[in-house]
């Protein structure tokens, strides 16, 4: 019987760390100073991206966007357009969805809805553009539209 609570009491000392040793995984997001000025920036700026052969046109007034999609976001051709363009249907769902919900989300955020169809190709800039400012996005304005954790 002595050896058994032994057992037991080595068990459990055992399970207590590992249990204690367990810690969630957290989504911390890290940002830098110089990402912090741009989220700052009380200047608007205007991101205006147009492509006459599909007729679309994209405006982003977001102070601080254009120089943080400058000086911040990975270069053009980092990502696929197809990788981009996977995200950005997820991030326009959930935009879209948080846009017909405003007793739920803040509709100062999410004002109107992106008509993004995945059926056309709307070409790396266009992805691009709208990829990183869904990242920015989320980074500024502490929101998540997705699985994924908005890293830069």
Same mark, same amino acid.
């Given at each position: 019987m002595k050896g058994l609570l032994f057992k037991i009491g080595v068990l459990s000392v055992f399970l207590a760390?590992?249990?204690?040793?367990?810690?969630?995984?957290? +989504? !911390? /997001?890290?940002?830098? @100073? *110089?990402?912090?000025?741009?989220? *700052?920036?009380? /200047?608007? @700026? !205007?991101?205006?991206? /147009?492509? @006459?052969?599909?007729?679309?046109?994209?405006?982003?007034? @977001? =102070?601080?966007? +254009?120089?943080?999609?400058?000086?911040?976001?990975? =270069?053009?051709?980092?990502?696929?357009?197809?990788?981009? #363009?996977?995200?950005?249907?997820?991030? /326009?769902? #959930?935009?879209?969805?948080?846009v017909t919900q405003p007793q739920r989300y803040d509709s100062n955020l999410y004002e109107m809805q992106i008509n993004y169809n995945p059926n056309i190709d709307y070409g790396l800039e266009v992805n691009y553009k709208l990829y990183y400012y869904f990242i920015y996005f989320q980074r500024k304005y502490n929101q998540r539209l997705g699985p994924f954790v908005p890293r830069v």
């Open positions: 760390l590992v249990i204690g040793s367990c810690k969630g995984t957290q +989504d !911390t /997001v890290h940002i830098s @100073d *110089q990402e912090k000025m741009a989220f *700052q920036q009380n /200047v608007g @700026d !205007t991101v205006k991206i /147009v492509n @006459d052969s599909t007729e679309y046109e994209i405006i982003i007034i @977001d =102070p601080g966007f +254009d120089l943080w999609l400058r000086s911040i976001a990975k =270069p053009e051709w980092y990502y696929t357009q197809s990788y981009m #363009e996977n995200r950005n249907r997820i991030y /326009v769902a #959930e935009w879209n969805y948080r």
